[in-house]
């Protein structure tokens, strides 16, 4: 099977809003995805808490049952809104799926519909009888419940270590930031806050819409010029393009340890890089991330748990938006040392000696199973070319495979060479020696 | 290779053909045109919870808890070279897992699926289990264990089934505790290996864009030997009650998490029968507690639940249990509010114009549920487990009535047969 050659259709059809469209009618259900781009500012806490409040209903379905209600009479369609970190961005989506005309009834159709649904919750919120921008009773119930999932983050350990590990080595960076605020910032949030958001939001963002699967081009296109292009209720003028994220360079290297009760000690380890315009050394950088930990193939797992039996699973990714490496374990805490100078260790050997060819191999033929894959599912597809569209590259499956074919032995350890050690982050039980 | 039927849906758009091969192994092929990547998955009725059994050969054989798993992560080692590698050479994703009543091997590769399948074929029926090689892994899947240990859900949900049953093996976590693991030995894995990894026990399911003769003809190839002969599992006695009406446990947790479970008397064995007792009760579930319904809107409203609250149905031959959960500062409140909804739902009955709606989205997501090589293999693989027709699940819907939905809310949130876990900080 040859890798995916074709691109999207990736067209502008207002100031600031992207759409890109992947017809595929290999696939049942759409993806389609609506993100919202702004920085990961202090309004992150206001449109956070936004979200659940749009979700409780509209002016046209007053319940948020009659919303569930009409995505079940619409064949089981999905839709929700959520908030994210891409880089330094704070992404607002909205995201629908809904099942292809040719697998419905004769002359039935979810498009018009859904985007009708996403229109409403975005624009026709539920106001408060005297006129205030949202009914105070709701944003007060669906604040206590923000404020009480922030204070239940920490019983997800893993997700909490990333958390802490983030706020702690990107201190003073905007990627430090949770996309969530604090429960002060939360709990100080007005309604008309939450109003000035959804305006901002609707304004102001980037946005980037994304369809794939069993679609018709021109009718997502129409759809998407009435709701953004001119004439249209979201057409704006005063879109903010968002600023690419910033990629300092490493401390000297830093070491934090956290407490809370725990049976096993979560371990992460960043390193910092200047990210390359090239585009063989960017392929270069994502095979050296691999073949250190990138799987059951990386180094790491080969060393620490097949012949250390020191973890489950360790692995190590790249953040390439921000220029970081990762390194990922769950183990025991009196063996924290030890998996730092391992990584340590197997980060200079890669740049001083790099990897040998069968790593690189091994490595490779990893990477273009993955590139293969692609092609397999609308939301896989619609991940990859989201991906290269906040990487601006726009890179084809196929292009980047011929691209990694070419990267050297030499290239890697080159790639390597830049990683530079900066925070080692352990979150373990308060009796667990270190 | 014996093609003994095929099945084509075409509501769903798929076509699959079952065949036998000559020792008994179990085989599907789905052809799924123009995808890149072919999956094959393998899986037989052997999990965590057949640790004391009847061998082939008349033998009781006894295990410690977490068997199933640990053989599963031995089977990856290999005979001569590690599994890891050798997909690796071929850039295949595969994995493994283990559940109650079944354990599955898969990989799933773009290019050269042939070789992937015979490392997964080679490794399912030929493995080396050494005392080294057992011992080496202990510390892997002690960390595993614990991994799990420090999950809030996963000690809930094992606090409740120990609250619903008194004496049922799905008491136990599959990878089973620490010192179970510490005590496993290369002889309790390669009994088990012999009692249940037989061919004719084994279900093998190809999904993708291949061809189904050449790749019969290679899975006949790779089959080994008839090993007739099956082990019986012996299970404890199990009362059709609940073993406790509440348990609790401390665990460091913001809130308290709280989990309830009804459960059905008993099981209903596999197949048919069983498949519309799995699809009746997800309904009333849905019926009672999705956002869509005015009793979880009432919840919702009151403050008794919020967005944590979830819900699901588990089942296989012998046990059946809802199982409703969420965080909760009063966990009486929760406890209270589920159980009303619940019975409201069962007392007022399934409307016609409810039942409508929510067959209309199950059909949706049924039709458009399965797209991927991978997913339509794992769901073939799992049908094929429990001795179910694969998409049979379009046909229950069909045939489906709001009044059958009724009397299954009255069966199944019988007061009597629930039971509550809850993690206090």
Same mark, same amino acid.
């Given at each position: 099977?040859?890798?995916?050659?074709?691109?999207?259709?990736?067209?502008?059809?207002?100031?600031?809003?992207?759409?890109?469209?992947?017809?595929?009618?290999?696939?049942?259900?759409?993806?389609?995805?609506?993100?919202?781009?702004?920085?990961?500012?202090?309004?992150?806490?206001?449109?956070?808490?936004? #979200?659940?409040?749009?979700?409780?209903?509209?002016?046209?379905?007053?319940?948020?049952?009659?919303?569930?209600?009409?995505?079940?009479?619409?064949?089981?369609?999905?839709?929700?809104?959520?908030?994210?970190?891409?880089?330094?961005?704070?992404?607002?989506?909205?995201?629908?799926?809904?099942?292809?005309?040719?697998?419905?009834?004769?002359?039935?159709?979810?498009?018009?519909?859904?985007?009708?649904?996403?229109?409403?919750?975005?624009?026709?919120?539920?106001?408060?009888?005297?006129?205030?921008?949202?009914?105070?009773?709701?944003?007060?119930?669906?604040?206590?419940?923000?404020?009480?999932?922030?204070?239940?983050?920490?019983?997800?350990?893993?997700?909490?270590?990333?958390?802490? !590990?983030?706020?702690?080595?990107?201190?003073?960076?905007?990627?430090?930031?949770?996309?969530?605020?604090?429960?002060?910032?939360?709990?100080?949030?007005?309604?008309?806050?939450?109003?000035?958001?959804?305006?901002? +939001?609707?304004?102001?963002?980037?946005?980037?819409?994304?369809?794939?699967?069993?679609?018709?081009?021109?009718?997502?296109?129409?759809?998407?010029?009435?709701?953004?292009?001119?004439?249209?209720?979201?057409?704006?003028?005063?879109?903010?393009?968002?600023?690419?994220?910033?990629?300092?360079?490493?401390?000297?290297?830093?070491?934090?340890?956290?407490?809370?009760?725990?049976?096993?000690?979560?371990?992460?380890?960043? !390193?910092?890089?200047?990210?390359?315009?090239?585009?063989?050394?960017?392929?270069?950088?994502?095979?050296?991330?691999?073949?250190?930990?990138?799987?059951?193939?990386?180094?790491?797992?080969? +060393?620490?748990?097949?012949?250390?039996?020191?973890?489950?699973?360790?692995?190590?990714?790249?953040?390439?938006?921000?220029?970081?490496?990762?390194?990922?374990?769950? +183990?025991?805490?009196?063996?924290?040392?030890?998996?730092?100078?391992?990584?340590?260790?197997?980060?200079?050997?890669?740049?001083?000696?790099?990897?040998?060819?069968?790593?690189?191999?091994?490595?490779?033929?990893?990477?273009?199973?993955?590139?293969?894959?692609?092609?397999?599912?609308?939301?896989?597809?619609?991940?990859?070319?989201?991906?290269?569209?906040?990487?601006? #590259?726009?890179?084809?499956?196929?292009?980047?495979?011929?691209?990694?074919?070419?990267?050297? #032995?030499?290239?890697?350890?080159?790639?390597?060479?830049?990683?530079?050690?900066?925070?080692?982050?352990?979150?373990?039980?308060?009796?667990?020696?270190? | 290779?014996?093609?003994?039927?095929?099945?084509?849906?075409? $509501?769903?758009?798929?076509?699959?053909? *079952?065949?036998?091969?000559?020792?008994?192994?179990?085989?599907?092929?789905?052809?799924?045109?123009?995808?890149?990547?072919?999956?094959?998955?393998?899986?037989?009725?052997?999990?965590?919870?057949?640790?004391? *059994?009847?061998?082939?050969?008349?033998?009781?054989?006894?295990?410690?808890?977490?068997?199933?798993?640990? /053989?599963?992560?031995?089977?990856?080692?290999?005979?001569?070279?590690?599994? *890891?590698?050798? *997909?690796?050479?071929?850039?295949?994703?595969?994995?493994?897992?283990?559940?109650?009543?079944?354990?599955?091997?898969?990989?799933?590769?773009?290019?050269?699926?042939?070789?992937? %399948?015979?490392?997964?074929?080679?490794?399912?029926?030929?493995?080396?289990?050494?005392?080294? $090689? @057992?011992?080496?892994?202990?510390?892997?899947?002690?960390?595993?264990?614990?991994?799990?240990?420090?999950?809030?859900?996963?000690?809930?949900?094992?606090?409740?089934?120990?609250?619903?049953?008194?004496?049922?093996?799905?008491?136990?976590?599959?990878?089973?505790?620490?010192?179970?693991?510490?005590?496993?030995?290369?002889?309790?894995?390669?009994?088990?290996?012999?009692?249940?990894?037989?061919?004719?026990?084994?279900?093998?399911?190809? &999904?993708?864009?291949?061809?189904?003769?050449?790749?019969?003809?290679? @899975?006949?190839?790779? &089959?080994?030997?008839? $090993?007739?002969?099956?082990?019986?599992?012996?299970?404890?006695?199990?009362?059709?009650?609940?073993?406790?009406?509440?348990?609790?446990?401390?665990?460091?947790?913001?809130?308290?998490?709280?989990?309830?479970?009804?459960?059905?008397?008993?099981? /209903?064995?596999?197949?048919?029968?069983?498949?519309?007792? $799995?699809?009746?009760?997800?309904?009333?579930?849905?019926? &009672? /507690?999705?956002?869509?319904?005015?009793?979880?809107?009432?919840?919702?409203?009151?403050?008794?639940?919020?967005?944590?609250?979830?819900?699901?149905?588990?089942?296989?031959?012998?046990?059946?249990?809802?199982?409703?959960?969420? %965080?909760?500062?009063?966990?009486? @409140?929760?406890?209270?509010?589920?159980?009303?909804?619940?019975?409201?739902?069962?007392?007022?009955?399934?409307?016609?114009?409810?039942?409508?709606?929510?067959?209309?989205?199950?059909?949706?997501?049924?039709?458009?549920?399965?797209?991927?090589?991978?997913?339509?293999?794992?769901?073939?693989?799992?049908?094929?487990?429990?001795?179910?027709?694969?998409?049979? @699940? %379009?046909?229950?819907?069909?045939?489906?009535?709001?009044?059958?939905?009724?009397?299954?809310?009255?069966?199944?949130?019988?007061?009597?047969?629930?039971?509550?876990?809850?993690?206090?900080?």
């Amino acid at each position: 099977m040859a890798y995916l050659q074709s691109s999207p259709s990736r067209q502008s059809i207002a100031p600031g809003v992207t759409l890109i469209c992947l017809p595929d009618a290999r696939f049942k259900r759409v993806v389609f995805q609506v993100h919202f781009d702004r920085p990961m500012c202090e309004q992150r806490s206001a449109r956070t808490l936004l #979200l659940p409040v749009l979700q409780q209903g509209t002016e046209q379905r007053p319940r948020r049952m009659d919303v569930a209600r009409a995505l079940e009479e619409n064949y089981g369609s999905q839709l929700g809104l959520g908030a994210t970190r891409v880089g330094e961005r704070h992404r607002v989506t909205f995201r629908a799926s809904w099942v292809g005309d040719s697998f419905l009834p004769e002359g039935e159709s979810c498009l018009a519909s859904m985007v009708q649904l996403g229109k409403e919750l975005l624009e026709s919120p539920l106001r408060g009888e005297n006129g205030e921008a949202f009914r105070a009773d709701l944003v007060e119930r669906e604040r206590a419940q923000l404020i009480r999932q922030i204070e239940s983050l920490p019983d997800d350990r893993p997700s909490w270590a990333e958390e802490r !590990f983030l706020a702690l080595m990107c201190k003073d960076e905007a990627y430090g930031r949770s996309p969530w605020g604090t429960k002060e910032t939360v709990a100080a949030l007005t309604v008309d806050d939450l109003e000035r958001a959804r305006q901002d +939001i609707l304004g102001h963002s980037e946005v980037t819409i994304v369809a794939v699967g069993p679609i018709e081009p021109s009718a997502i296109e129409q759809e998407m010029s009435r709701w953004f292009a001119e004439g249209g209720s979201a057409y704006s003028t005063e879109r903010e393009i968002c600023a690419p994220a910033s990629t300092p360079h490493a401390h000297a290297l830093r070491e934090f340890r956290e407490e809370l009760p725990a049976d096993q000690a979560r371990f992460l380890f960043g !390193f910092r890089y200047q990210p390359s315009e090239n585009a063989l050394s960017r392929e270069a950088m994502a095979l050296a991330a691999s073949i250190l930990g990138g799987g059951s193939q990386g180094r790491l797992f080969r +060393i620490i748990r097949e012949e250390l039996s020191l973890a489950y699973g360790i692995y190590s990714g790249l953040r390439t938006l921000k220029g970081m490496l990762v390194v990922e374990a769950g +183990i025991d805490a009196k063996a924290a040392p030890r998996v730092k100078e391992e990584v340590l260790t197997q980060v200079r050997d890669l740049s001083e000696n790099g990897p040998k060819q069968g790593e690189l191999d091994l490595a490779i033929a990893g990477l273009m199973n993955n590139l293969q894959a692609v092609g397999d599912s609308a939301s896989s597809l619609a991940a990859y070319w989201e991906r290269e569209h906040d990487l601006d #590259l726009m890179r084809t499956p196929s292009a980047r495979a011929e691209t990694a074919k070419q990267v050297t #032995l030499q290239q890697i350890s080159e790639a390597a060479q830049l990683w530079q050690a900066d925070t080692v982050y352990l979150l373990a039980g308060p009796e667990q020696e270190a | 290779m014996n093609i003994t039927h095929t099945l084509k849906d075409p $509501r769903m758009g798929e076509e699959i053909i *079952f065949a036998e091969a000559s020792n008994g192994m179990q085989v599907a092929v789905c052809p799924k045109r123009g995808f890149s990547a072919v999956s094959a998955h393998v899986g037989l009725r052997f999990g965590s919870t057949d640790t004391r *059994f009847r061998s082939p050969e008349g033998a009781i054989v006894e295990v410690p808890d977490g068997s199933a798993h640990f /053989l599963e992560h031995k089977l990856f080692e290999g005979r001569d070279e590690k599994v *890891f590698d050798r *997909f690796g050479a071929i850039g295949a994703q595969f994995n493994g897992g283990t559940g109650f009543r079944s354990t599955n091997y898969w990989f799933a590769s773009s290019g050269r699926f042939g070789e992937g %399948l015979d490392i997964l074929m080679d490794f399912v029926q030929s493995p080396l289990i050494t005392p080294e $090689r @057992v011992e080496k892994e202990k510390g892997i899947i002690v960390q595993e264990v614990r991994s799990y240990e420090d999950s809030a859900p996963y000690r809930g949900i094992f606090l409740l089934h120990r609250a619903m049953y008194t004496n049922h093996p799905i008491r136990m976590t599959p990878g089973g505790a620490v010192s179970e693991v510490q005590r496993t030995t290369a002889d309790d894995l390669q009994a088990c290996f012999d009692a249940f990894y037989r061919p004719h026990q084994l279900r093998l399911v190809l &999904a993708g864009d291949l061809i189904v003769d050449d790749v019969l003809a290679q @899975v006949e190839a790779l &089959a080994v030997e008839a $090993r007739p002969g099956d082990a019986e599992r012996l299970y404890p006695d199990e009362p059709t009650g609940p073993a406790a009406a509440q348990l609790d446990e401390t665990f460091s947790v913001s809130r308290p998490h709280v989990w309830m479970g009804w459960r059905d008397k008993d099981g /209903l064995g596999l197949g048919a029968q069983a498949l519309r007792r $799995r699809i009746t009760s997800s309904l009333v579930l849905d019926l &009672a /507690l999705d956002v869509s319904s005015p009793l979880h809107e009432e919840l919702y409203l009151t403050g008794q639940t919020d967005d944590s609250l979830s819900y699901h149905y588990s089942s296989d031959s012998d046990w059946g249990h809802a199982v409703v959960s969420g %965080l909760a500062d009063d966990p009486e @409140v929760f406890v209270k509010g589920v159980r009303w909804a619940c019975q409201r739902l069962a007392e007022q009955g399934v409307s016609e114009v409810d039942f409508q709606r929510i067959k209309r989205a199950s059909w949706g997501n049924v039709v458009s549920g399965i797209q991927t090589p991978g997913a339509l293999a794992g769901t073939v693989l799992n049908s094929m487990l429990n001795e179910q027709e694969p998409f049979a @699940v %379009l046909d229950v819907l069909n045939d489906l009535t709001s009044d059958e939905l009724t009397l299954r809310a009255r069966e199944l949130f019988d007061t009597a047969q629930s039971s509550v876990a809850i993690l206090h900080s």
